[in-house]
């Protein structure tokens, strides 16, 4: 990093921090959090203090965003990219709040050029290069309670680290020391494996919203890593080791 830039951090750092009590308020209550090492907790709160100064959070029909919704989101956030820097998350500013749940009403194009109208109800979405939408109950729910592969703040997260290098495909950006083909083969055989499975009517020991696209399934898996790496690391091992370094962190170990 150079010295121009370093200065300018230093600056937002300091101008712009988190108080320590702020912080801990809001951080005290992530169970996602707890197994951090204090190294790790300080270069998360440097993080999140960057990432509230980079990027804006709205409230969906005027709903009111404190500054410990604020945090409660960057921290987990900012969990996901904490050995992969702030520039994971370029391309884009705004985050969108809903009170609850929201509904979207779209006309969407097949492949074969079919117009349909989708109806859904949604937790979360991210728009390439656009905004990420969040709806705070869902978000309070779990992110105050650990759910082993639920957290729709890093499902969506991921959906961004993922559009980083293009469209959402279930690949995002790799370091120069992941070989694409690895990358490619065991996620590949993991989805088709989740996906016969669930067509066999077999147990599918992760959430079967998985099996949607590649996409969903980088974005389920993510979850996992994080919330519950025990559970990913026994449904396939070459799959956590993947993640493990992708988000460059060892989850698996953090947690025990
Ligand atoms: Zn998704």
Not at 219 to 244: G, H, M, N, R, W
Request: net charge positive.
């Amino acid at each position: 990093m150079n010295f121009i830039k370093k200065y300018f951090i230093r600056r937002i750092l300091k101008k712009h921090a988190i108080s320590y009590s702020e912080w801990h308020h809001s951080t005290i209550k992530l169970p996602l959090l707890q197994h951090l090492s204090n190294k790790e907790k300080v270069q998360l709160r440097k993080l999140s203090t960057l990432f509230l100064y980079k990027k804006t959070m709205v409230g969906a029909k005027n709903f009111k965003i404190t500054r410990a919704m604020q945090i409660t989101i960057a921290a987990q956030a900012c969990l996901q990219i904490l050995n992969l820097g702030m520039g994971a998350f370029n391309g884009w500013v705004e985050i969108i709040i809903y009170p609850g749940a929201f509904k979207v009403n779209r006309k969407i194009t097949s492949a074969n050029g079919l117009v349909h109208h989708e109806n859904n109800t949604l937790s979360g979405e991210a728009w390439d290069r656009g905004p990420l939408v969040l709806s705070w109950d869902d978000v309070e729910h779990e992110s105050y309670n650990l759910l082993p592969g639920y957290n729709v703040v890093i499902h969506e997260f991921a959906h961004k680290l993922d559009m980083l290098n293009g469209r959402a495909n279930g690949m995002p950006p790799l370091h120069p020391n992941m070989p694409i083909e690895q990358w490619s083969q065991t996620l590949s055989q993991a989805y088709e494996l989740l996906n016969n499975n669930l067509d066999n009517f077999q147990h599918s020991y992760i959430n079967p919203y998985a099996s949607t696209n590649p996409a969903e399934f980088f974005a389920v898996i993510s979850e996992y890593f994080f919330t519950a790496p025990d559970i990913l690391f026994q449904y396939c091992p070459d799959v956590y080791e993947q993640l493990k370094q992708y988000y460059r962190q060892d989850t698996l170990s953090r947690a025990a």
